[in-house]
Antibody, heavy 121, light 108 residues
Framework: QVQLVQSGGEVKKPGASVNLSCKAF????????ISWVRQAPGQGLEWMGW????????KYAQNIQGRVTMATDTSTTTASMELRSLRSDDTAVYYC??????????????WGRGTLVTVSS | SYELTQPPSVSVSPGQTARITCSADALPKQYAYWYQQKPGQAPVMVIYKDSERSSGIPERFSGSSSGTTVTLTISGVQAEDEADYYCQSADSSGTYVVFGGGTKLTVL
């Protein structure tokens, strides 16, 4: 079955780091990138960045660059995201999504169920 | 930074037509995509490349584009269509992805 399976919820203290994973099933992993999108409680969707599963190249949103690292492991068809120096406003549900590139266009046709990260002292 | 502008809310009665707009300067150069998100669930893409309906999405969902505005239209709205809807596109270079702020569709 084509799906993205994300790791479980996390509770972290301010200043800590969190590492989330996203395992792909049922499709050719390197044919698509993986993006990470987060959603703070009661808020909208925020794109965080993208990683190429083929080359490992990344592109991060400007407001989070410097605190985030995205990577993939083709041997396990798993993408990962590390977010450092956590703050309370990083509390959100974090989604991984299959990232499709069509010319200059980018979109997401498959989503994981999301991982809740809570940052609290 | 590049932004997509959506109305925060739209309300319609069952059977009526709901129209949700999304505006931005780069939309004439970039395709727009629409996602439906129900409470506690991940988003689902309903429209891609401005007007193509995703697989399994009912025919009552359609998309259109005119200049700097794209529109998601839901004809004959049903109670199950009550959800948040997000448009998504990229900046003119295709480097950065952006989402609109979301529109809450309420079925009265």
């Amino acid at each position: 079955q084509v799906q993205l399976v994300q790791s479980g919820g996390e509770v972290k203290k301010p200043g800590a780091s969190v590492n989330l994973s996203c395992k792909a099933f049922g499709y050719s992993f390197t044919n698509y990138g993986i993006s990470w999108v987060r959603q703070a409680p009661g808020q909208g969707l925020e794109w965080m960045g993208w990683v190429s599963t083929y080359s490992g190249n990344t592109k991060y949103a400007q407001n989070i660059q410097g605190r985030v690292t995205m990577a993939t492991d083709t041997s396990t068809t798993t993408a990962s995201m590390e977010l450092r120096s956590l703050r309370s406003d990083d509390t959100a549900v974090y989604y991984c999504a299959r990232h499709v590139t069509y010319g200059d266009s980018r979109y997401f046709d498959l989503w994981g169920r999301g991982t809740l990260v809570t940052v609290s002292s | 930074s590049y932004e997509l502008t959506q109305p925060p809310s739209v309300s319609v009665s069952p059977g009526q037509t709901a129209r949700i707009t999304c505006s931005a300067d780069a939309l004439p150069k970039q395709y727009a995509y629409w996602y439906q998100q129900k409470p506690g669930q991940a988003p689902v893409m309903v429209i891609y490349k401005d007007s193509e309906r995703s697989s399994g999405i009912p025919e009552r969902f359609s998309g259109s584009s005119s200049g700097t505005t794209v529109t998601l239209t839901i004809s004959g709205v049903q109670a199950e269509d009550e959800a948040d809807y997000y448009c998504q596109s990229a900046d003119s270079s295709g480097t950065y992805v952006v989402f609109g702020g979301g529109t809450k569709l309420t079925v009265l």
